[in-house]
């Protein structure tokens, strides 16, 4: 008789009990409070009305280094100016706050917000702890308002 399936059924159940004792959260205790945070980071940034700014940012994931080197992101108007290809999707804050609003249904997510402002200053997502190397995050430094 094989007893694998049975076995890894076990391992499964017991992992999935041993994970709130462990300090980890279902993936809704998670996204409720994240989509809270989410909710007063966009409200400041929105009062914040701020159009010209430019931030450093930094992809940290398993990808080539076009994915992963640091580039400065500049806006103007609302609109980014020569954003390299590979930071077009967090070229702007409201695009930052996009990819933690995607992230909600992650196992972790962690995002840390400016308190003025709103912007983020860095993004963690797992979506998954049964699959390597799909964790992505972003490191978001230097973010400045031109004076005119």
Known sequence: MNTKPTFGLALIVA?????????????????????????????????????????????????????????????????????????RDVNKVEKLFDVIRDGLDAEILEARYRSGTGVPRSIYIDRSFMIADEEIGYEITRFAVPRD
């Open 15 to 87: 992992m999935a009990a041993a994970a709130p004792a462990a300090g980890f959260s279902h993936p809704d205790q998670i996204g409720s409070s994240a989509r809270a945070k989410l909710e007063r980071a966009e409200q400041r940034w929105e009062d914040a009305r701020i159009l010209n700014y430019s931030y450093r940012i930094r992809r940290l994931c398993f990808c080539s280094r076009e994915f992963t080197r640091k580039v400065t992101i500049d806006v103007r108007n609302g609109k980014p100016r020569r954003t390299p290809r590979a930071y």
